[in-house]
């Protein structure tokens, strides 16, 4: 089969595209032929610097495709089930920038028949930390139609993945969606992944247009960028809101006036799907599914996330496409159904 690797750490160049034997499936786990793989910032972070102890590298946490093997144990799964896949090459060598990618059941999971190899591969890394992130706040655990019903969430960066994922999976909980944005071109994608409001944060009065759509403030701030926000944060959230953090943008540090913030009783939630327990994990599986199940989660320029496709020789571009920005989502066209 041919996998990308990397043998040492560095620029997108030290990819390469090489011939590898067919992995077998072991105990507890499947085998997917791949049909997309979705590119994230920490892939290219990763290849950057990090091996993990290993000798050759597959980058690559998510993707899409059908199962055509099955290790013994190996339950709930059989050859010609269509699946996404999720965490992929955490804790292992091998992700999903390649043709077949062998994973315990665990991070396998079911795609909907109407749902597309394109939405399966966006899915884990976006999809999963938005989940988390809107399930952080008080008395919500799960999300389904009705969950988030009576409540207002503020994303951050509407435009991004995590952003995207967090706008649709709120509204099709039945929140009141509020976003910032930096353009009139990224309200635009905003609004198509149904966000309500939209609020170009670098004119005007952000805190007094958001204030304008929640008198009372906003339950849940799901936020990429606290260092630059976290005053915008706490001057709309609720009282006993929570301000979910997933990122680092814009700077690795932010201080916390003490009296202002405790005076709210508000709560930070910090986000990291790689530390996430499985009880977690199979909950946002499970929903997530539910929602690609109802239609209520899609990807493309109707849905406000524009796809980039690439071959998988061009993983490197891919990578670097990522880490310079490109707006939308970037997928590796493995191969065709």
Known sequence: MRAVVYRQTGPSSVLEVVDREVPEPGPGEVRVRLLRAGVNPTDWKFRAGMMSGYDEVTPGQDGAGVVDAVGPGAEGFA??????????????????????????????????????????????????????????????????????????????????????????????????????????????????????????????????????????????????????????DRAVARVRGTIAIYANNGGDEFSIPVRETFSKNLRYQFVLLYTLGEDLLRAATEDITAALTDGAFAVGEEAGVPLHHLPLEETAAAHDAVEAGTVGKVLLRIAEE
């Open 79 to 232: 050859v010609g089930d269509r699946v996404w896949v999720l965490l992929a090459q955490h804790g292992r060598a091998h992700g999903t920038a390649a043709e077949q990618v062998v994973l315990p059941t665990t991070r396998v999971v079911h795609l909907p028949a109407g749902a597309s190899y394109d939405v399966g591969a966006a899915l884990g890394v976006p999809a999963v930390t938005a989940h988390r992130a809107l399930t952080s706040g008080e008395d919500v655990d799960r999300l389904a139609p009705g969950a988030l019903a009576g409540r207002t969430v503020l994303v951050a960066g509407g435009a991004g993945a995590v952003g995207n994922a967090a706008i649709q999976l709120a509204r099709w909980a039945g929140a009141t969606v509020v976003t910032t944005v930096s353009s009139a071109e990224k309200a635009a994608l905003a609004t198509a992944a149904g966000a309500h409001h939209t609020v170009n944060y670098r004119v005007g009065d952000p805190a007094a247009e958001v204030r304008a759509v929640a008198p009372d403030g906003v339950d849940l701030v799901v936020e990429v960028a606290p260092a630059q926000n976290n005053d915008l």
